[in-house]
């Protein structure tokens, strides 16, 4: 670095091997971080395949292999919830999908998950929250419009 050239330029080697340490420490951050996310692609690639072919019970290690890596990464997150609600943990799916949301405030599908899920439990008034944030945030989201039709429906 320009730093590290300066030191020895002005003949100050201790301070030339600590900006040297201080660049290998950095250069040691970026490629563990680089680790991180190479493990993180590999673990989803597979997960999508076993979600695509419905094994989301064997997805959901992978799934959580990946925020464990990469703890800020959203769609994991939305993922693990989607896989708790196909094997029927609603409470981790919950979690999950407001894990994912606390990452994605402005995500339709996340609220319109989130809001199906609750619609499930029979959670009406949170439910109905939901859908309509999801139906806010995009006005063509066909999942929330039709529950919220359906709710209106059974209002009747």
């Known amino acids: 670095s320009d730093l590290l050239r300066v ?25 563990l971080r680089r680790a991180k996310w190479r493990r993180a692609r590999t673990a989803i690639e597979q997960a999508e395949r076993l979600m695509q072919a419905d094994r989301f019970s064997e997805a959901l290690p992978l799934y959580d292999s990946v925020t464990k890596n990469v703890p800020d990464y959203a769609e994991a997150w939305f993922a693990i919830g989607m896989c708790y609600a196909h094997t029927g943990d609603a409470k981790r799916a919950e979690q999950s999908l407001q894990t994912f949301l606390r990452l994605q405030p402005l995500s339709a599908d996340g609220h319109s998950a989130l809001g199906l899920l609750l619609l499930s439990q029979q959670r009406i008034a949170e439910a109905r929250a939901e859908l309509e944030e999801a139906l806010r945030l995009d006005p063509a989201s066909t999942e929330a419009k039709e529950a919220l039709d359906s709710l209106a429906a059974r209002a009747k």
């Not at 330029?9 to 030339?16: F, H, R, S, T, V």
């Not at 340490?21 to 950095?26: K, Q």
């Open 7 to 31: 030191y020895r330029g002005l003949g100050d080697d201790a301070k030339a091997q600590a900006a040297a340490a201080a660049i290998e420490r950095g250069s040691d951050a970026e490629e």
